[in-house]
């Protein structure tokens, strides 16, 4: 099992309608979660933390995050052209005798006109 | 404006040879991290340093080193570089450490494409 897991896709959504991501991961103990956009033979960006269970909003994007069941998702509402992008999913994790940042291999979203 | 570069963008050599890639943060962040990225496996750590003088390996750190001599700069050398080694390489820093706790974001300098022959 890896230890963050993504769907790869490509996820496609009509301009308009929500995009949904969703991450799964291992560790129980993990804390801290991000959400990082990637545009082709771009570095990765960062949109949204979250570190507490619930919802959290900025703008177009919602992070959600279930502790219990281990996983984090992402709504963009309002979905537009320019959202298409390779979303990642960061989780921090002891592991190996050090914390470090796990990232999902990401999900390929793709908004069409 | 502060930022972290990377140079080169573009590297293409041989197996056997010796590269070294830059990344300089003018954020001056103390914590910095190096990955690789290819496709299927996301970002995997290769070294990281939380302050001058310290370094510390990662998941993916044979035949990779790094050295940190100021806060500003955190050089990625390939001793011997091999075509396993061909790859995307992002650097990446934070103004702190990463905990198991609330850890704070990381800020990704542009990459550089590497090409070993």
């Known amino acids: 099992q890896k230890e963050v897991e993504q769907n790869s896709g490509p996820l496609s959504v009509p301009e308009g309608a929500i995009a949904s991501l969703n991450c799964t991961y291992s560790?129980?103990?993990?804390?801290?979660f991000f959400w990082y956009r990637q545009y082709s033979g771009k570095s990765p960006e960062l949109i949204m933390s979250?570190?507490?269970?619930g919802d959290k909003e900025d703008g177009r994007f919602t992070a959600q995050l279930n502790k219990a069941s281990q996983y984090v998702s992402l709504l963009i509402r309002d979905s537009q052209p320019s959202d298409s992008a390779t979303y990642l999913c960061a989780v921090v994790m002891f592991s190996g005798g050090y914390n470090k940042l796990i990232f999902g291999a990401g999900t390929r979203l793709a908004v069409h006109p | 404006d502060a930022e972290i570069t990377q140079s080169p963008r573009h590297k293409i050599t041989e197996t056997g040879r010796q590269v070294t890639l830059a990344c300089h943060q003018t954020w001056n962040h103390n914590n910095m991290f190096w990955y690789r990225q290819d496709l299927g496996h996301g970002l995997r750590l290769i070294h990281y340093?939380?302050?001058?003088?310290?370094?510390n390996k990662g998941e993916v750190s044979d035949g990779y080193s790094v050295s940190r001599s100021n806060t500003e700069d955190l050089p990625l050398t390939l001793e011997s570089a091999a075509s396993s080694q061909t790859s995307v390489y992002f650097c990446?820093?934070?103004?702190?450490?990463?905990?198991?706790?609330?850890?704070?974001?990381?800020?990704f300098g542009p990459g550089t494409r590497l090409t070993v022959l």
């Open positions: 560790d129980r103990g993990s804390q801290s």
């Open positions: 340093s939380y302050g001058v003088h310290d370094t």
């Open positions: 979250i570190y507490s269970n």
């Open positions: 990446a820093s934070s103004d702190a450490p990463l905990t198991s706790g609330r850890s704070n974001e990381q800020f």
